[in-house]
């Protein structure tokens, strides 16, 4: 059996600004990264369609602002990048292989 609970219990206190955008394309070279993941780009193009390999995209702030965290999983491997909106890398590749 399930207790009720006051509606007001969860009152707002101080908000956090949350800002959506709409959804951006960031192009990135899929060649560069397969390599990075250790195999050919058709494989990865493949993998992609597939949803075998898994993406995370990370919008930067404060002095982060302008460019964006991307980062590439399969099995154990990660491959993360950090581009501008352009996809041009601002630091080197982050490379962690797949040691199974």
């Known amino acids: 059996m399930m207790a009720s609970v006051p509606l007001d219990l969860f009152?707002?206190?101080?908000?956090?600004?949350?800002?959506?955008?709409?959804?951006?394309?960031?192009?990135?070279?899929?060649?560069?990264?397969?390599?990075?993941?250790?195999m050919d780009s058709?494989?990865?193009?493949?993998?992609?369609?597939?949803?075998?390999?898994?993406?995370?995209?990370?919008?930067?702030?404060?002095?982060?602002?302008?460019?964006?965290?991307?980062s590439f999983y399969h099995n154990a491997a990660r491959v993360r990048l950090v581009v501008d909106p352009q996809g041009a890398l601002h630091q080197p590749m982050d490379i962690r292989p797949d040691t199974a």
């Open 42 to 70: 058709t494989t990865f193009r493949r993998l992609m369609d597939q949803g075998k390999i898994k993406t995370l995209c990370e919008r930067g702030t404060g002095e982060d602002e302008g460019v964006f965290r991307i």
């Open 11 to 38: 009152a707002m206190g101080d908000s956090i600004p949350i800002r959506l955008q709409s959804r951006e394309t960031i192009p990135i070279d899929g060649t560069l990264v397969a390599h990075a993941l250790g």
